[in-house]
């Protein structure tokens, strides 16, 4: 069962977003109509998914993605949008997003990207992906080693660092090392961005 909590300022929006879901496979576990409501029910740990409207009054979404990573904090961040400029395009990928979806999109695009977000994956509609891929296509300055090419493939597989130390027969510090390497190597801040990175480049 994924525990959802949804916000939104238009009750509208939210109850339709609601309705969206099976019972069986969600629980909801609140409406919030504000990100301030939305992030007090994230910080007691009540879910799993967030689903946030980027634009809401007191704390946007993008300001909710801030805090939850400032904290360390174990959910997954997907927001919502009627539109958004690239600025704060690249905000939301260099802050880690898990998911961005556009609210004229398809109702099925929000289960799959909730259902990509949980299997460790990121999930963004295909025109935004596009968009960030076209901010991203500087040509990195140096190439990656081969260890941290695999690494970075596992990171592209949604691994988290103790599962890719496993894989990889290497330690949690090695890791981090080769992710501080590379994030330089490329040019990029977030695992969100390195997986749009090397989707650009083929190895995704």
């Given at each position: 069962m994924i525990r959802l909590v949804l916000a939104d300022d238009h009750p509208?929006?939210?109850?339709?977003?609601?309705?969206?879901?099976?019972?069986?496979?969600?629980?909801?576990?609140a409406l919030c109509g504000d990100g301030a409501a939305a992030m007090a029910q994230i910080a007691r740990?009540?879910?799993?998914?967030?689903?946030?409207?980027?634009?809401?009054?007191?704390?946007?979404?993008?300001e909710v993605l801030k805090r939850v990573r400032a904290e360390g904090l174990p959910v997954?961040?997907?927001l919502l949008t009627s539109s958004i400029d690239?600025?704060?395009?690249?905000?939301?990928?260099?802050?880690?997003?898990?998911?961005?979806?556009?609210?004229?999109?398809?109702?099925?695009d929000l289960l799959t990207c909730i259902a990509a977000v949980c299997r460790g994956e990121t999930w963004m509609d295909r025109e935004v992906t596009n968009r960030a891929l076209r901010r991203l296509s500087a040509p990195p300055p140096t190439r990656l080693t081969d260890r941290e090419a695999e690494v970075?493939?596992?990171?592209?597989?949604?691994?988290?660092?103790?599962?890719?130390?496993y894989r990889a027969s290497i330690s949690e510090g090695t890791v981090k090392?080769?992710?501080?390497?590379?994030?330089?190597?490329l040019g990029v801040g977030s695992r969100t961005e390195l997986v749009l990175r090397m989707r650009d480049r083929g190895l995704a």
């Open positions: 509208l929006v939210l109850r339709g977003m609601e309705g969206l879901f099976d019972p069986s496979q969600f629980e909801i576990v740990g009540a879910c799993d998914v967030a689903v946030l409207d980027i634009n809401m009054p007191g704390m946007s979404g993008i997954k961040i997907v690239d600025d704060a395009l690249m905000e939301v990928v260099r802050e880690g997003v898990d998911g961005l979806v556009l609210k004229e999109a398809a109702s099925d970075a493939r596992f990171v592209a597989q949604g691994l988290r660092n103790k599962e890719i130390a090392m080769h992710l501080h390497n590379i994030y330089e190597k």
